[in-house]
């Protein structure tokens, strides 16, 4: 599933290729994906207007319609932005497709038609009704804030990273590589983590989607020692020379290293 990274390179590849540029038709529309609003209400809020800028909270990008709104992409299991002339081959698995006046395309490709597709005029108030956490790399998510997000809270360690309605953009993935990072166990509870533990955690969540960011999301290649080019049971961990282990947590499988993960 795209997580904060992907949908920030999403952000990027999205400004770089979609701005300034009028739509002239608005097609494939997969009513399925639409969220609180209707295909025709879509076609209207988009069809001759253009996008002057995007956002990106957690795993939602938002892309600014002018000053009529903004139209909100969730990528789900498998979705991703193509941008393309018409002279090429159209990509499979459109469920929105937007026709620009200069003969370009935008595609938002969804094959598992796990995506959300909606609209809002408020950001705040789209992020409020999602029951959406902060974001884990606005610039007003400090070491404090984590801090407060985790008191009185139970559960899991990973179970915690991955809730949307704590911290915004954390899915199985970088959890296992945060984690991993931390030195944590994934089945460590909340309650238990200790100060420099937290400490280590908020570094780790900066630190892990920055850098999977920085390295346009595994495209040159991940540092020497992370877990993901090894996550599988069985492999030998890149820090410690232990052994990668995998188990069910929160219904999710965990990858990590017993030997440097801490429970």
Known sequence: MPELPDVEIFRRY??????HQRISAVKKVSTKLLQGLSSRHLVKNLSSYSFRGAKRHG???FARVEDKGWLVLHFGMSGFLKYFQNNKKTPEHIRLLIVFANGSNLAYVCRRKLGRIAW???LKHFITECDLGP????DN??????RSLLHNRRGSIKSLLMNQQVLAGIGNIYSDEILYQSGIH??????QLQ???QERLYDGIRSVLQTAIDS???ETGWPDDWLLPVRESGQTCPRCSGEIKKLKVAGRYAYFCEDHQTR
Not at 141 to 146: K, L, P
Not at 186 to 191: E, H, L, T
Request: charged residues 25%.
């Open 59 to 61: 795993k939602y990008l």
């Open 216 to 218: 346009h999301v595994g």
């Open 186 to 191: 994934p089945q460590r509870q909340v309650a």
């Open 195 to 197: 100060k420099n533990e």
């Open 120 to 122: 809002t005029t408020d």
């Open 141 to 146: 998510f400090n070491e404090e804030v984590f």
């Open 14 to 19: 999205f400004e770089a290729t979609a701005l």
């Open 135 to 138: 974001d884990v790399l606005a």
